[in-house]
Nanobody, 115 residues
Framework: QVQLVESGGGAVQPGGSLRLSCAAS????????MWWVRQAPGKGLEWVSF????????AYADSVKGRFAISRDNVKNEMYLQMNALKPEDTATYYC????????RGQGTQVTVSS
């Protein structure tokens, strides 16, 4: 049974940083591409970042490029999102997704950026 557990969210001021984590279990994590996606109140799902199964390829939405960094540890079965220079428009619930943007997700972790 696939399980994805996101953590690390919180409330920060603009310009602050957070590091999100995604703990995966129930599948062979190292074989799957992974995504970070987010959903702001009243808006649709938006992809944030992608990392290939072996970490050889990453991608970022234009809205976060240069501020966010994705990584993974296939030994620990974990994925991370380092978020710097946070903006109010980054406020959303963040999810890790397995294999595709609308793949299986966890319960999400809330990120609120506000002064």
């Amino acid at each position: 049974q696939v399980q994805l557990v996101e953590s690390g969210g919180g409330a920060v001021q603009p310009g602050g940083s957070l590091r999100l984590s995604c703990a995966a279990s129930g599948f062979i994590f190292s074989r799957f591409n992974m995504w970070w996606v987010r959903q702001a109140p009243g808006k649709g799902l938006e992809w944030v970042s992608f990392i290939s199964s072996g970490s050889g390829s990453t991608a970022y939405a234009d809205s976060v490029k240069g501020r966010f960094a994705i990584s993974r540890d296939n030994v620990k079965n974990e994925m991370y999102l380092q978020m710097n220079a946070l903006k109010p428009e980054d406020t959303a619930t963040y999810y890790c997704a397995k294999d595709r943007i609308n793949g299986e997700r966890g319960q999400g972790t809330q990120v609120t950026v506000s002064s």
